[in-house]
């Protein structure tokens, strides 16, 4: 079995404990608020802002068996730079305060999330990091379009709020692909450590939706 089907079957149970997030729950039932969607890109814009900064770091920090894995990083980094210009845009978009949200501290969840992949990076395996990049952008692929289809007919706000939903809906379908092959030229350590961390990642992005308000607006 390729590594990455095995990926996403140790991950089942903790990919079920995001999913079942009542925000996620209300938007896949048509039930979402202009506040829930403004509190999910609040938090959106404090995880997405470290993507470049963490991904630098990593490209510094992969030991010299992931060396490899260098040029992928690079190719990251040049794909997902300024994705948090995206969110500010679709909040201001969405009627939404972008300014504040620039200026806010982010919520423990989110702050917790990216601090843990701080840390992963510069004290304990690189390699864990793609666990992350799995949790992430699976989500993505798996709620991005559909979540923003719901959000947009309850809703009625334009399509310039949901840069971030449909590019990354679109543009992860994509990642995952290339995601796949270099996991799968990892050596067995490395790859159960992104077993392992993608299941702490799925614990702590769950809670980074389970902290947003929840509504009760229906879906047309």
């Known amino acids: 079995m390729p590594f990455y089907e095995q990926l ?19 938007c896949l039932q048509g039930r979402v608020t202009r506040e829930s969607y403004l509190a999910f890109l609040g938090q959106a814009y404090h995880h997405v802002r470290h993507t470049t900064p963490l991904l630098m770091s990593l490209g510094g920090r992969l030991p010299e068996r992931l060396g490899w894995l260098r040029k992928a990083v690079a190719e990251y ?3 997902e730079i300024g994705h948090e210009e995206w969110i500010l845009n679709d909040i201001a ?12 501290r982010p919520e423990l969840p989110a702050e917790v999330m990216v601090a843990y992949a701080y840390d992963l990076i510069n004290r304990g395996n690189p390699a864990g990091f793609f666990g992350m990049v799995f949790v992430l952008e699976g ?28 590019s990354h809906g679109t543009l992860d ?4 692909q290339h995601l796949a092959r270099l996991l799968e030229k990892m050596t067995p350590a490395d790859q159960a450590e992104v077993i392992h961390c993608a299941r702490v990642f799925f614990k702590l992005y ?15």
């Open 8 to 26: 996403i079957a140790a991950t089942e149970h903790a990919r079920s404990g995001l999913l079942a997030a009542p925000i996620i729950t209300d």
């Open 77 to 79: 980094i040049d794909e």
């Open 93 to 104: 978009a969405a009627g939404g305060d972008a300014d504040a949200v620039r200026a806010s």
């Open 139 to 166: 989500t993505s692929v798996a709620l991005a379009l559909s979540a923003a289809d719901r959000i947009q007919q309850g809703l009625g706000i334009p399509d310039r709020a949901f840069t971030y939903l449909r």
């Open 173 to 176: 379908q994509e990642h995952t």
């Open 206 to 220: 769950g809670d980074v939706f389970r902290a947003l308000p929840t509504g009760t607006t229906p879906c047309n």
